[in-house]
């Protein structure tokens, strides 16, 4: 049985932004700057961050679009990303 549900509160809630400050306090050099202007992460094309080991993907990653598909293929390709930089060749998936 379906209930009704306030679509408004409901996409307010959605809008909750993600306090991404503490995983950005200092990049690959020790120097601040793996947040974008507005507080994303940024991430290069394998999803990876300034900071050595931290992968960032879906509402947090500086991108273009923050839809669920989008955020489903990021985290695809910070998975892979993550797994090339952990494991050697013979072990990889």
């Known amino acids: 049985m ?3 549900c306030d679509a408004r509160a409901a996409a307010e809630q959605a809008e909750e932004i993600v306090d991404t400050q503490p995983l950005a306090a200092v990049d690959g ?6 947040l974008s202007p507005v507080g994303y ?4 094309d394998h999803q990876r961050t300034s900071v050595p080991g931290l992968f ?3 509402d947090v990653a500086d991108g273009h679009s923050h839809q669920v598909a989008t955020a489903v293929h990021e985290g695809a390709t910070a998975a892979q990303a993550a ?3 952990l494991y050697p060749a013979r072990q990889r998936i």
Do not use: T
């Open 2 to 4: 379906l209930e009704r």
């Open 29 to 34: 050099d020790g120097q601040p700057g793996a």
């Open 83 to 85: 797994n090339h930089a």
């Open 41 to 44: 992460l940024r991430v290069d």
């Open 56 to 58: 960032a993907a879906g």
